[in-house]
């Protein structure tokens, strides 16, 4: 199939930035989204223009490095991420708009490349169970009832992309809190630190300007691991009882 | 793989095939230096090692490991749980990563599971027999002190990780559940559903994100290490460049761990992500560091075939579906073409059942990979022709859809069947699926005493990026327990040892060491963006990836090992001829990172072919045509090779002549377990 392209381009954070066209011929509707990209780049460097500049790692869908909107939406038309796009899900004529996530906590590095290291900064602010290495007892000493493991693994299946925060109008990173509160809260090693760690890191959110929640629900559509909005509620919930309890 | 019938290999059996001995096929292409042999596992019984080494490793006390530096490359779980362990213990660390962030390391893809010696089911588990195991799924070609002590240390990670709150399955009374993994006969892999690799490398993270807030650990994300500087005899830190401004680092420690993962990416297309890549390594090898067994790469049966010369990627599908999957392929090459559905049941040829009755479809990775490629390089593989022909074989659930309804095919494995329609745009529920194998892990890597330690002093390795653990074949589900063992529980007992002697004087940014590193690496940078020719990062990186899946891949000759030599050299020549890098070094520039990555990868493929040149036996997944039983089985020689080929860099270190590698062999001793040969049939 041929194709147009409208892609962002920026040479760094401060440049201002635009959209170009380009064409593409020939493609095949097995190829991923991102093979698509490679052979556009393949073209410019043979053009010498420099090739476009954009995130991917795994390309299986489970490392969070891919970030692409597409045509306006994170990550494309289908459920899942950029990389596990494929072509057949466009047709042949089409014109497609390729941006960054937009997000003022997500600055561009180049063209299609933000930096998310926000997400690490509110991790680091108390997404995490304090059991230093050797300290543990045996795993079997503590059982978790079933259904609360299977909660904290829905949620945990996050893969830190920030396609939720891309989709949301307000920019708010909740559904990214929120999975992390739910999946330490549910299990009984993450009680200790349950109610610092909702007040810690929904300050860490506000800090580095992610805005707040308005239940529109863009979110969860948007999310390629389909995690849930009932974890926003899980947060407003945690928050609140941490409040009440003075921390 | 346990409840093979074992043929203990007698004397006399070598005498009917041409004992090894009788060649040197790599003669010309290698030099032999002095044997070399690990002298940190303590001696006695293979049961006491482990503690006797930990006791005997001097201490740090808790006061001076402030003053102690540790540079990590690498945060999958090899790295990321060691820097969270030891920013716990008080030492500084400083951690690398090519990703925008720790959490994408390529742990975070592995799906099927952790093996541990817990005996939860009460099985007849152990860590012997995990020891044992794990030695003979590798062939008989690991160290057995390195294995036994894996063994150890695994019931330790099952605890560490759910204390951090890893949400492993569980059965209903809340206790944690455990699957059947690759053939073994006991139920001893602990899994979150099929992204077991996610939610340990996420407990890593969080436990090193947690030090970073306090203070011990700095984590330094797109940043990728291009140099490792060895001043007077030892490692003591890094050339690294910011790949956000371009900016060439250099970064000192005490000690330098590498945990950069495998090299499997050298075939271009593999199961690793696209940034994988051998340059930590390679840097490391070519100061000295000695690469071991390179040529051992594993091969997993079951993967989405290629679909055009556009892919970028493969992507694995669990062994576990062999479990209700049948394999087959047309008995006519004729048929190869037809929808399957219309190939009548008598003009099937289910393979694998038929030449392994007892382990059919279930046989070990290697066997069912190298069976598959048979049938297509016999004409009658299935797909599309990719090249001049058809590189697939079907694995179809109808029989196990008739026998166990759809919906409990759907609650097994929906997720890896969505994953297909996804990526081939065909419903495995009606059409069967097709598969390939590809490259997936490399047992190969530098190699490393018994403390983790390399060749180069204060050079330590762990994790993929080693060699000790696995052999010429790793089994399912023993990546994670190695990565996480280095990382969490013998690495930080080891490198303690090492660091009692320290601080070590402190050097300058002034040290020749650390000058000429930096002016290397900022000069190659330099030739990358100079040479201005006409070909592509990405054209130079797939035919190296052909060469080496045609010679180097799951059948090696020394004919196509020769060939594939002279190939390298002459592309390796063109690389440095013929390409074209645009854009700067001082911004993002993805070019210029690969054309790093492939320069070394080039190396490593000659290397790799060299040892598999050299390898003149069939083990694990290394299998030389030369080698085989009358049934076109692997062949051992024991007698000529059950050593580690540990290669020193032959060349001169700052340009880009190899020169002749230096084999060093460690022999392989066994003092707690026999040698046998597979058989499956």
Redesign the interface.
């Known amino acids: 199939m041929n194709l147009t392209l409208k892609i962002w381009r920026q040479t760094d954070a401060v440049d201002k930035g635009k959209i170009h066209t380009y064409e593409v011929a020939g493609i095949s509707q097995d190829m991923s989204f991102l093979e698509m990209l490679d052979v556009l780049n393949e073209q410019l460097n043979e053009l010498g223009e420099e090739p476009i500049a954009f995130d991917s790692d795994c390309r299986e869908g489970i490392c969070g490095m891919c970030s692409l909107m597409i045509n306006g939406e994170p990550h494309g038309p289908e459920v899942t991420t950029t990389c596990q796009l494929h072509m057949r899900s466009f047709n042949d004529g089409d014109t497609i708009t390729i941006e960054p996530w937009r997000s003022g906590a997500f600055p561009v590095v180049k063209d299609l490349v933000v930096d998310r290291s926000a997400f690490d900064r509110i991790i680091q602010s108390g997404g995490y169970i304090s059991a230093n290495t050797g300290s543990a007892p045996e795993a079997n000493s503590v059982p978790v009832p079933r259904d609360n493991a299977v909660r904290a693994f829905n949620v945990a299946t996050c893969i830190g992309c920030g396609a939720c925060v891309a989709a949301c109008p307000n920019g708010s990173a909740s559904l990214f809190l929120g999975a992390k509160i739910t999946h330490l809260g549910e299990l009984p090693q993450g009680q200790p630190e349950r109610w610092s760690r909702v007040v810690d890191m929904t300050a860490q959110h506000d800090y580095e300007g992610f805005g707040g929640c308005t239940n529109i629900g863009e979110c969860a559509a948007a999310c390629p691991k389909e995690i849930p909005l009932d974890v926003i509620s899980q947060l407003n919930r945690d928050l609140r009882t941490a409040m009440k309890h003075g921390h | 793989m346990t409840d093979m019938p074992d043929t203990t290999l007698t004397s006399d059996h070598s005498h009917d095939e041409p004992s090894a001995g009788a060649y040197d096929d790599a003669s010309g292409y290698y030099t032999l230096g002095e044997p070399i042999a690990d002298t940190k596992a303590p001696a006695g019984d293979i049961a006491d090692r482990w503690q006797t080494r930990k006791f005997e490793a001097r201490l740090v006390n808790p006061a001076n490991r402030r003053k102690l530096s540790i540079i990590i490359v690498g945060t999958g779980l090899a790295g990321g749980?060691a820097a969270?362990?030891l920013g716990?213990a008080g030492y500084n660390v400083k951690s690398f990563c090519y990703?925008?962030?720790?959490?994408?390391a390529?742990s975070?893809?592995a799906q099927g599971g952790i093996n541990a010696a817990?005996n939860?089911k009460e099985d007849g588990d152990s860590t012997h027999r995990l020891f044992y195991d794990t030695v003979k799924g590798g062939d008989y070609r690991s160290r057995e002190s390195n294995v036994y002590r894996l063994a150890e240390v695994s019931t330790?990670i099952?605890?560490?990780?759910?204390?951090?709150?890893v949400?492993?399955?569980?059965?209903?009374?809340?206790?944690?559940d455990n699957r059947s993994f690759g053939g073994v006969q006991v139920s001893r892999t602990f899994y979150?559903?099929g992204?077991t690799g996610?939610?340990l490398l996420?407990g890593a993270?969080?436990?090193m994100?947690?030090q970073?807030?306090l203070g011990t650990v700095t984590?330094y994300?797109r940043h990728e290490m291009l140099e490792v500087i060895v001043a007077d005899g030892q490692a003591r830190g890094i050339i690294a460049r910011d790949m956000?401004t371009g900016a060439i680092e250099t970064h000192l420690a005490d000690v330098v761990v590498l945990a950069s993962g495998g090299y499997g990416n050298v075939f271009y297309l593999s199961?690793n992500?696209?940034?994988s890549n051998v340059t930590a390594a390679w840097r490391a090898h070519r100061k000295g560091a000695y690469m071991a067994n390179p040529c051992y790469t594993q091969i997993h049966p079951t993967c989405i075939p290629v679909?055009?010369d556009?892919?970028?990627?493969l992507?694995?599908m669990s062994e576990s579906l062999r479990n209700d999957g049948r394999i087959w392929v047309p008995k006519k090459a004729e048929d190869c073409a037809k929808d399957p559905r219309d190939i009548p049941e008598e003009d099937r040829d289910y393979y694998l059942e038929r030449i392994y009755p007892s382990f059919g479809n279930l046989v070990p990775r290697d066997i069912a990979s190298r069976q598959a490629k048979n049938m297509c390089d016999e004409g009658r593989g299935v797909g599309p022709m990719v090249g001049d022909f058809r590189r697939g074989v079907y694995l179809d659930f109808k029989d196990a859809i008739a026998r166990l309804g759809k919906d409990a095919i759907e609650e097994k494995y929906d997720n890896l069947l969505d994953?297909y329609e996804?990526?081939?745009?065909e419903n495995p529920y009606e059409v069967p699926m097709r598969i390939y194998p590809a490259v997936h892990y490399v047992m190969g890597g530098l190699w490393v005493d018994y403390d983790l330690q390399s060749s180069i002093k204060g050079l330590f390795v762990t994790g993929e990026a080693n060699f000790s653990d696995h052999g010429a074949n790793r089994l399912g589900a023993s990546a994670l327990m190695q990565g996480l063992a280095d990382g969490?529980?013998v690495l930080?007992h080891t490198i303690r040892d090492y660091l009692s002697d320290g601080p070590f004087e402190e050097i300058g940014e002034d040290h020749p060491a650390v000058t000429e590193a930096r002016a290397d690496v900022e000069a190659r940078i330099e030739k990358f963006l100079s040479i201005n020719g006409s070909r592509?990062v990405?054209?130079f990186h797939r035919e190296l990836g052909h060469i080496m899946w045609e010679y180097c891949g799951m059948e090696r000759t020394a004919e196509g090992l020769r060939k594939a030599i002279d190939m390298i050299r002459e592309l390796k020549r063109e690389f440095w001829s013929d390409l074209?890098v645009?854009?700067t070094a001082d911004?993002?520039?993805?070019?210029l990172e690969k054309a790093g990555r492939v320069a070394d990868f080039i190396e490593l493929g000659e290397l790799m072919c060299i040892d598999a040149l050299n390898r003149r036996e069939s083990c694990g997944g290394h299998f030389r045509g030369e080698s085989q039983t009358e049934d076109g089985e692997a062949l051992r020689h024991d007698d000529e090779f059950a050593y580690v080929a540990a290669w020193e860099w032959g060349g001169d270190a700052a340009s880009n002549d190899m020169g002749t590698p230096i084999l060093h062999k460690e022999d392989l001793v066994y003092t707690a377990i026999e040698m046998k040969q597979r058989s499956y049939k």
């Open positions: 749980a969270a362990t716990e990703q925008d962030s720790p959490r994408r390529h975070i893809a817990k939860y330790n099952i605890d560490q990780c759910v204390a951090q709150g949400p492993f399955a569980r059965e209903y009374g809340g206790l944690l979150a559903r992204q996610q939610q996420i993270y969080q436990a994100e947690r970073v807030k984590e994300t956000v199961t992500a696209m940034g679909s055009g556009h892919q970028s990627k992507t694995l994953m996804r990526i081939t745009g969490y529980f930080p592509s990405d054209s074209k645009l854009g911004s993002l520039n993805q070019s």
